[in-house]
């Protein structure tokens, strides 16, 4: 990629950030390579190209198949060529590759597990909080994540939001004044180009009660060739503005990433991340402290790791809330709290998203509260003596 980071960040941290390997394309030109408009057009997409970059588990390929009409598979050659090529539990596999696993939904898994349809006063809009909105744009992403909650239309062209249904999602959000901070997802928003996203930007902008813009966004992993130095600075004209991306392993940390989220916080972005939790690829302490550290090194603050949500076809991948737990009392205290996000649950039904802690406090009695550290040791807390007036 052209214009890396700018000068000042250390040899000693740049080398925990080596270059994505290439895999099958070893012998693409630089030029195409660092071409976000290249990869899109050679994605991987079926079970034909799967087999050029990995060896083919059985499950894979029958699921390849069977999953045709029920989700797409999409893989950019950047994080296809990330896979493991022999092994089928590989983190980055994972996420990108189908199982037949998906393809026998439980009872209590939901197409719409968040209800966000249900939340919407117009189509694509999802108003449930009080004071944001989340502004739904494309069914497209760079890659298919065989997680995403809204499988229901992500990859489904008739999904997309067209001219109409943006014009009617802005007219609601410009006759709604407590609607302060407006959230553009999909799908990915970085599929549509720079030109296209600036105009919706700036319509959003010009709304005097919006104060907030973010941009839901998982190209930073999926293909951080798209954050080129015109989109960051782009994006800038339109502060305040915060990315949320969607790093889940150690792995997808490469140089190809940092100087993605390089170029956003040059340009004065400030970037979170939302990690799913999900089994074989993040589900233990470690991985989740490391991926933590290398987010921090990114200038990406880890904001929130998100309980996989019960939709449809994600019965393997979700871990239990005890797991989640378990990796939160290995965080905090451990290392900085700059490394500890919020571990949510999003509640089916749609009931937003609900913090999970571990118990830090131990009993409230009268005048003190008693806690416990992240050691274990107790410690008591007295309370100001009641104001007497
Ligand atoms: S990038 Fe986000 S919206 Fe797109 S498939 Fe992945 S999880 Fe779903």
Redesign the pocket.
């Known amino acids: 990629m052209e214009d890396g980071p700018k000068p000042g960040v250390p040899d000693h941290i740049l080398a925990r950030f080596p270059a994505a390997p290439r895999g099958p394309w070893a012998d693409v030109p630089e030029a195409q390579w660092s071409d976000w408009h290249w990869h899109m057009q050679h994605r991987v997409r079926d079970l034909e190209g799967l087999s050029t970059v990995i060896r083919v588990s059985e499950d894979e390929a029958r699921a390849a198949i069977a999953s045709k009409d029920v989700f797409d598979i999409g893989i950019t050659p950047y994080y296809a060529a990330l896979m493991d090529r022999d092994d089928p539990g590989c983190p980055v596999r994972i996420q990108a590759t189908p199982r037949m696993a998906e393809l026998t939904p439980t009872p209590w898994e939901m197409a719409d597990p968040l209800a966000e349809e249900r939340d919407m006063p117009v189509q694509g809009v999802t108003h449930r909080y009080p004071d944001r909105v989340l502004f739904y744009v494309t069914q497209n992403?760079a890659?298919?994540?065989r997680?995403?909650?809204?499988k229901r239309k992500?990859a489904d062209p008739s999904t997309a939001a067209n001219d109409a249904q943006i014009d009617e999602g802005i007219a609601y959000v410009a006759r709604t004044p407590q609607v302060r901070d407006v959230i553009v997802s999909?799908?990915?928003p970085l599929t549509w180009s720079d030109g296209r996203l600036e105009h919706l930007l700036e319509r959003l902008r010009a709304i005097p009660h919006v104060e907030i813009l973010r941009i839901g966004t998982?190209t930073p992993v999926?293909l951080p060739q798209r954050i080129t130095t015109e989109t960051a600075r782009m994006l800038a004209r339109f502060q305040p503005l915060f990315v949320n991306t969607?790093f889940n392993h150690p792995k997808e940390c490469t140089r190809e990433a940092f100087t993605a989220c390089a170029r956003l916080a040059d340009a004065g972005i400030p970037i979170g991340n939302q990690m799913v939790l999900l089994k074989g690829v993040n589900d233990d302490p470690a991985t989740v402290l490391r991926l933590n550290h290398l987010l921090l090194m990114m200038r990406v603050k880890p904001y929130y790791i998100f309980q996989c949500d019960l939709n449809e076809g994600n019965s393997h991948l979700r871990t239990s809330v005890d797991k989640g737990l378990e990796i939160l009392e290995a965080l905090r205290g451990w290392t900085s709290g700059m490394a500890v996000p919020y571990y949510v649950i999003d509640a089916p039904g749609g009931g937003g998203k609900v913090p999970v802690l571990p118990q830090y406090v131990i009993a409230r009695e009268p005048g003190r509260t008693i806690v416990r550290n992240f050691r274990g040791t107790r410690h008591v807390y007295t309370e100001p003596e009641p104001d007497k007036g």
């Open positions: 992403c890659m298919f994540c997680h995403c909650t809204r992500v999909g799908g990915d998982r999926t969607h």
